[in-house]
């Protein structure tokens, strides 16, 4: 049986984009990490090429990372992928998945439509109802439509003035074309990353903060810790996840004094969580997926 070749796009020499590389081609003899920066689609010749690879030609392809940051221009790589994907070409996960959640608001939106319990959140691109809405949350959170790992996020108190109030809600409108405002939960210095891989659930990992930040990121100091949800909060966020359809993601949870919360659910979702946090090859996992998804079986070699 001819072995299918899988392309992974992503961020080269980032660790999750190499480490799936990796198990993809420990399986099957075949490597191509593709930058999308550097992928040219020829419509006359219904070619999209990188590096001299016609991704047409693949069996599959895993979007990893699509850009290093979210913006509008990340919707017209997702548009790119799509044409792949019309003509035959496998997406992990597909296109009109990931370009739900590349965008805060259309992600929100579908989590709404499913009914899942999130912070209290209001869209306005009225100035004057942002921030009666900040006033009326006491402490409220700007996040921009296009962000990973908090990113851009400005946090608000009821400790702030007025005049603080307004120049944030100003800052924040010269890079954003409407407000997201959502009203900070009480957290007991973590929240929780949920992993699914086709649907199924993996583990769960927490993201513990550093005490001198707001927020529990990687990025600002957090750690992983291993958590074992009950089957309720299991089934939250196999629900949340089930709003989109996903070959892997993350959802992020909250576990309040009202109850659990859903931040977000990621487009793409991190392998490091729960490799530190669980002890688990999450990247493996998800290669033995996909490989299956293409016809060939786990323990079948190159």
């Known amino acids: 049986m001819n072995k299918p070749r899988i392309g992974v796009i992503g961020i080269p020499g980032k660790w999750s984009t190499e480490v799936l590389a990796d198990r993809l081609e420990e399986r099957t003899g075949f490597r191509a990490v593709i930058d999308m920066s550097q992928v040219e689609l020829r419509l006359d010749t219904q070619q999209l090429m990188y590096q001299g690879l016609d991704l047409m030609t693949l069996d599959g392809l895993i979007i990893k990372k699509i850009s290093e940051t979210y913006s509008p221009a990340t919707e017209d790589r997702i548009h790119l992928l799509s044409y792949a994907e019309r003509a035959g070409v496998k997406l992990f996960s597909p296109t009109h998945s990931v370009g739900n959640l590349v965008n805060r608001l259309s992600g929100t939106l579908a989590l709404q439509q499913g009914n899942i319990p999130m912070p209290k959140t209001r869209i306005t691109e009225s100035a004057e109802q942002a921030f009666a809405t900040v006033r009326e949350f006491g402490s409220a959170i700007l996040k921009p439509l296009y962000s990973t790992k908090a990113r851009g996020m400005i946090i608000l108190t009821p400790a702030d003035s007025d005049e603080v109030v307004r120049d944030a809600l100003e800052k924040y409108r010269h890079t954003q074309s409407i407000y997201y405002i959502q009203q900070t939960v009480e957290l007991d210095g973590r929240d929780l990353g949920m992993v699914f891989i086709g649907g199924e659930y993996l583990c769960t990992y927490a993201r513990v903060g550093n005490k001198d930040a707001w927020n529990t990121t990687i990025n600002s100091g957090g750690k992983y810790e291993l958590f074992e949800p009950d089957a309720d909060l299991i089934e939250l966020g196999r629900r949340a996840q089930s709003c989109y359809d996903l070959s ?42 996909v490989l299956q998804s293409c016809g060939l079986s786990e323990g079948t070699q190159p």
Not at 260 to 286: H, M, Q, R, T, W
């Open 248 to 289: 892997f993601t993350t959802v992020d949870i909250a576990l309040t004094n009202q109850g659990p919360v859903v931040f977000e659910v990621s487009a793409f979702g991190g392998f490091k969580g729960a490799l530190e946090g669980c002890n688990i090859d999450a990247a493996s996992a998800y290669a033995t997926y």
